[in-house]
């Protein structure tokens, strides 16, 4: 059983920023590309942020400028730097390992509330 542990959610303003940490079982970073993904109350869950093992890294549209993958192999951390945060950007966010789909490889941690109102 793999456990992923999101935390660094919270509350905040338009406009504003948060960074997110995701912790992973020793080794599996150099195994697997990593992704974020993020679920609103009523959508589906999507994938927002994902690196690879070169430090490739790719973002949808919604996203991209404004969030920023990256990965600590030593400390078996991930992050998501999330800047000119938006409403919509409201979710709970949660990591996992990717398969060559890009879906999740794992089961789902917790994952972490972020709120972002005025």
């Known amino acids: 059983q793999v456990q992923l542990v999101e935390s660094g959610g919270g509350f905040v303003q338009p406009g504003g920023s948060l960074r997110l940490s995701c912790s992973a079982p020793v080794g599996l970073f150099t195994m697997y590309p990593m992704g974020w993904f993020r679920q609103a109350p009523g959508k589906q869950r999507e994938l927002v942020a994902s690196i690879f093992s070169s430090g490739r890294t790719t973002y949808p549209d919604s996203v991209r400028g404004r969030f920023t993958i990256s990965r600590d192999n030593t400390e078996n951390m991930a992050y998501l730097q999330m800047n000119s945060l938006k409403p919509e950007d409201t979710a709970v966010y949660y990591c996992?390992?990717?398969?060559?789909?890009?879906?999740?490889?794992?089961?789902w941690g917790r994952g972490t509330q972020v709120t972002v109102s005025s």
């Open positions: 996992n390992f990717l398969t060559s789909n890009y879906e999740a490889r794992f089961d």
